[in-house]
C-alpha cells in the first residue's frame, strides 16, 4: 500500500501513475527482446518463416542448386503431411551467390527482419563462420548442412554432415591399403582445405603411409599446369582432392588429358557433392573413389521412395541427387521433428529435443543426433564413380560416430561454448 503526501496529492498521484506505466511497458518491451521463438504459441495458426540461405549462382552453385530445390521439396513434404504445430511452414530463402560476404548482410537480414524460427545454410566454411557469430549474439537456432572439416562446438549449432572422423578416416584408410602409401594432396586454399589436409596427414600416418606434397588452390584457379607437372614429378599412389566449385572441376579434365590416371589414382572428399561426375566425362571421372553418407544408388526403402518424390517433383532427368541435398531434406525433418516433440518453437526447448539423441529414418539410413556434439552417426559408403555419371558403392561402415567432436565438445555439460577446435586439441 502506497501512502501519498497530502501537498500537491494530485501532481504526485499522477507521477506515480506515470512511473508504473512506464515501468510496466519497459517489462513489456524487455519480455519482447531476446530469442525471438519464446513468443510463439500453438494458438497462432499463421505461417512459421524458416530460412535458407544458399548459394545459387557462382562458381558454389554446383552445391547450392540441389540443396535448395531439397529445401524446397523438404519444406513442402512437411506441409502435406499437417506441417509442425498445427501451422505451415513458409520458406525465406535468399541467394547469396557465392559470396561470402553476403552472408552476413543477409543473415542479420535473415533473423532480425524475417524473424524465421531456424536458419539453415552457408556452404564453405568460410561461409558458416561468417554466419556463426551473428547467430550467436542473436540467440538464433541454425543448421549447417555441408562436411565440413569438423571441431565447431557452438550450442547454436547443430552440424548435421560428414567431418574428418566420419570420412577421411575411412578413406585415406582405403586408399593406403587399396592404392599404395604414398599420398599428394590437392586442397582448396581455405579454412576447410587447410584444416582437412592437417587430418590427412594424420590418419596418413596413421595407417602407414605419407603425405609427400601439397598444394593449397583459391577458389578462382582453374589451370592446374604447374599442380600436373609437380605430379608426374611426385609420383605418388594416391592424388587426394579436397577441391571445391565449379572452377576447380578443371582439375580432372586436366589429369585425365595428361594421362596420369594409369599412373595414380584420386580419391576425393569432395568430388561427387557437386555433380562434378555429371559435368565431366565418364573418362574423365571414373575410377575416383570417394566417401559419403548419401549415394542416390543405395537400395533400402526410404531411399527409393525419396528418389521417386524427387523424380515427381523435379524430372527422372534430374542430373543426380548429392549427398549435400539429401542432408539439407534430413535437417529439415529433424528440426521439424523436434519442434513437436517440444509442442514448441522455443530454441532452448527444440534444442533440448535434439540433444536427447533425436532420430530420423533418412535415405541415407538412421541418422542420430548427438546430443552432447550437436553433429549426428550415421553410415558412411566408400564408391567409385562409374561411366554412367553415377557410383558404384564399395563398401559401408555403420554408425560411424563423429569420434573427435565426443573426445572435445560437451555442450550439455558446458553450453557456453562457441569454438572450433582443430587438430592436436582437447
Known sequence: ???????????????????????????????????????????????????????????????????????????????????????????????????????????????????VAVLMGGITSAAREAIRPIVDRNKQLYFYNVQYEGGVCDKNTFLTENVPTQQLIPLTQWGIKNVGPKIYVLAADYNFGQISTDWVKQYAAQFGGQVIGTDFVPLD???????????????PDIVFSILVGGNHIAFYRQFAAAGLGAKMKIISSTFGVGNEQIVLSPAESKDIVVAYPYFQELTNPTNQKFVKMWQDEYGKDYPYITDLAE????????????????????????????????????????????????????????????????????????????????????????????????????
Open 327 to 426: 542432408a539439407t531434406w534430413n535437417s529439415w525433418h529433424i528440426w521439424a521433428e523436434a519442434v513437436k516433440k517440444a509442442n514448441s518453437l522455443d530454441r532452448e526447448k527444440v534444442t533440448a529435443e535434439i540433444e536427447k539423441g533425436l532420430t530420423w529414418d533418412a535415405p541415407r539410413g538412421t541418422v542420430q543426433m548427438d546430443g552432447p556434439t550437436h553433429h549426428a552417426t550415421f553410415d558412411i559408403t566408400i564408391a567409385r564413380a562409374n561411366d554412367k555419371k553415377g557410383f558404384n558403392l564399395i563398401e559401408t561402415q555403420k554408425a560411424v560416430p563423429p569420434a573427435f567432436e565426443q573426445q572435445v565438445c560437451n555442450l550439455v555439460k558446458n553450453p557456453e561454448t562457441y569454438t572450433q577446435f582443430t587438430p592436436g586439441q582437447k
Open 221 to 235: 584457379v582453374s589451370e592446374f599446369g604447374s599442380i600436373i607437372s609437380k605430379l608426374q614429378d611426385a609420383k
Open 1 to 115: 500500500m502506497f501512502r501519498f503526501l497530502r501537498m500537491g496529492e494530485k501532481r504526485v498521484k499522477t507521477a506515480f501513475g506515470f512511473l508504473v506505466l512506464t515501468l510496466l511497458m519497459a517489462n513489456l518491451a524487455l519480455s519482447a527482446c531476446g530469442d525471438s521463438t519464446k513468443s510463439a504459441t500453438t494458438d497462432d495458426k499463421s505461417d512459421i518463416a524458416v530460412g535458407s540461405l544458399l548459394d545459387e549462382t557462382g562458381p558454389l552453385n554446383i552445391y547450392g542448386k540441389p540443396m535448395a530445390d531439397a529445401a524446397k521439396l523438404a519444406i513442402k513434404d512437411i506441409n502435406n503431411n499437417g506441417g509442425v504445430l498445427g501451422r505451415k511452414l513458409k520458406l525465406v530463402s535468399y541467394d547469396t551467390q557465392s559470396d561470402t560476404g553476403k552472408y552476413t548482410q543477409l543473415t542479420t537480414q535473415i533473423i532480425q527482419q524475417d524473424k
